[in-house]
């Protein structure tokens, strides 16, 4: 799955579903897609501030890029949590793990260690065949029968 078929498909196809898998390329293609994306918006930010010509203040510009931005964000959470769900699943783990993960991310000290857990899992491989979430993303018509 390649860069713009990976957007597509998480903001189209499946933006607010949390069944199912999402192959590896598929979650880390839209997280850089997500990546550029606020770059660039913090990027037209900076310049339009530093070419306003406002001294001591924040241009309109600017302010209406901040609120773009925001929107932004706001309405690609919904994308993002189901995407890392799906993710969690193509790694045979319940999307309720996300959550507990999430939630523990906000104990003070263990904050690092669960962010870091979620990499790991984003980064781990797929379940070969289909789990019990779904067909292999990658080779759908794959069967889980090991000896047949």
Known sequence: MGFTEAVRTVLTQKYATFSGR???SEYWWFQLFYLLLAIAIVVLAFTAGAFSGQQGGTSSLVVVLMIIGG?????????????QVRRFHDRN??????????VLGMVPYV???TGLVITVLSV????????KFGPDPLRPDARAEVFA
């Not at 929107?71 to 995407?83: F, G, K, Q, R, T």
């Not at 781990?124 to 789990?131: A, H, I, S, V």
């Open 111 to 113: 904050g690092s260690v």
């Open 93 to 102: 783990i319940s999307g309720w793990w996300y959550l507990a993960l999430i």
């Open 71 to 83: 929107l932004l964000a706001l309405a690609l959470v919904l994308p993002i949590i189901s995407l």
């Open 124 to 131: 781990m491989k797929g379940t070969e065949g289909p789990n």
């Open 22 to 24: 999402a192959s590896r």
